[in-house]
């Protein structure tokens, strides 16, 4: 069985400063994809970043970015330039079998 | 592109009631997934469907939950009878993916038992 572990449960940053999101996973899984989505107030979760575990190199999609290490099991978000539009509920998740972290509540303060 | 679309956005029943939810996944989406959340917690898996078949249901309660998803496409999920600790977010994603893809959610359905 998987376990997926966010020790944060909540953080702050300032706009336009920089924060960095951790999770731990654990599995015996050889072939698996990390995610992280975000679920703003009242609205629908939606994809962030994914990364292949296969894959070495840190996936990035523009102001978000992860640092994966596989013989950690850790994968966190850093997300830079931080927006208002950022604050939300931030999920670590694990495939093949869906499995979900507890959440870490971000709020971007102006 | 239409995106996941669930209904009835909110609920409220007494115990012992049931209740059921209607999810229709992006056009083409083979595979699809019920969730449940808690107030406070992450998506917990209930079930998984590709196409009309089930993947994985051990999460599943199944002395009072069920879902089924005829022909493929749209999926209902059902509680009979429900219980306070039923009290949740119920969410359906789909994905193109079986395994790895990105999983598309819906607005979600809270349920309020009292």
Known sequence: AQTVTQSQPEMSVQEAETVTLSCTYDTSESNYYLFWYKQPPSRQMILVIRQEAYKQQNATENRFSVNFQKAAKSFSLKISDSQLGDTAMYFCAFMPRPFFGTGTSLTVIP | ?114
């Open chain 2, 1 to 114: 592109e239409a995106g996941v679309a669930q209904s009835p956005r909110y609920k409220i029943i007494e115990k012992r009631q049931s209740v059921a939810f209607w999810c229709n996944p992006i056009s083409g989406h083979a595979t699809l997934y019920w969730y449940q959340q808690i107030l406070g917690q992450g998506p917990k898996l209930l079930i998984q469907f590709q196409n009309n078949g089930v993947v994985d249901d051990s999460q599943l309660p199944k002395d009072r939950f069920s879902a089924e998803r005829l022909k493929g496409v749209d999926s209902t999920l059902k509680i009979q009878p429900a219980k306070l600790e039923d009290s949740a977010v119920y969410l359906c994603a789909s994905s193109p993916l079986l395994f790895s893809g990105e999983q598309f959610f819906g607005p979600g359905t809270r349920l309020t038992v009292l």
